[in-house]
């Protein structure tokens, strides 16, 4: 496929982007082996960049990230795209605000997806983030775009950009790659304070009207804010 100059600078920026941002997954512990991958939406076109399946973190290279179309057809690439290709881009068909999806086998999370059960809303850090539990989907095989689906049916209209896919592990979306990355690693964060939490007895769940204030204080006012003086 022949893109214009603009979509190939475009494409550039995010297979640097998304390469450097896979390391974030080992800093924070969040994969092993060649498990795990992020994408990106590249803006102003109908492609996404994906991780190559199989390939060690340490042989990364902005080059060797995958560019597919929003179907999972490469469109540009030196690999096989992820084996989870086909879940991120019905995500990226069916949600088009979503700029970035992360998937992760983080150990805490994972578990409670074994579990088959939501991580509840105990802790304000939760609140900040997630603004609600965050949930379970279905169980789906991996190689087509079922985990897509469950993905999509679970998180629309929900304030969570995680997902626990039953028996499978973590899926997270975001504004971009980096948005979404940062949901995978509070998501494993939360989820080991919470079961440390259980082990000493029942953990209660923080009141809706406390869980919406501290989403909406964090979302909207916490941090450094563009037109403020102070």
Not at 134 to 139: A, D, E, K, T
Not at 142 to 164: E, F, M, N, Y
Request: aromatic content about 6%; overall charge negative.
């Amino acid at each position: 496929m022949t893109l214009p100059p603009e979509a190939a600078a475009a494409i550039e920026r995010v297979r640097r982007d998304v390469c450097t941002l896979h390391a974030e997954l080992l800093r924070w512990n969040l994969v092993t082996w060649t498990s795990g991958n992020i994408s990106a939406r590249v803006p102003g076109t109908d492609l996404i960049v994906i991780k190559p399946s199989g390939v060690a973190y340490d042989d990364l290279t902005p080059r060797s990230m995958v560019v597919c179309d929003l179907y999972g057809e490469v469109v540009d690439g030196e690999h096989a795209p992820s084996s989870d290709t086909g879940a991120h881009a019905y995500v990226y068909r069916d949600m088009p605000e979503v700029g970035g999806v992360v998937h992760t086998h983080s150990p805490y999370a994972t578990a409670w997806a074994a579990r088959n059960e939501p991580i509840p809303c105990a802790i304000t850090a939760m609140a900040d983030e997630f603004g609600a539990d965050i949930p379970v989907g279905p169980f789906a095989l991996i190689g087509g775009d079922d985990i897509g689906k469950g993905i999509v049916a679970t998180l629309t209209g929900h304030r969570s950009p995680a997902v626990l896919m039953r028996s499978h592990g973590v899926f997270t979306i975001g504004k971009d790659a980096k948005a979404a990355v940062k949901a995978a690693v509070m998501c494993e964060d939360v989820a080991r304070t919470v079961h440390l939490a259980r082990q000493h007895g029942p953990v209660e769940r923080l009141p809706q009207e406390h869980i919406d204030a501290l989403y909406d204080r964090y979302q909207n006012v916490y941090g450094q804010r563009k037109g403020t003086d102070s």
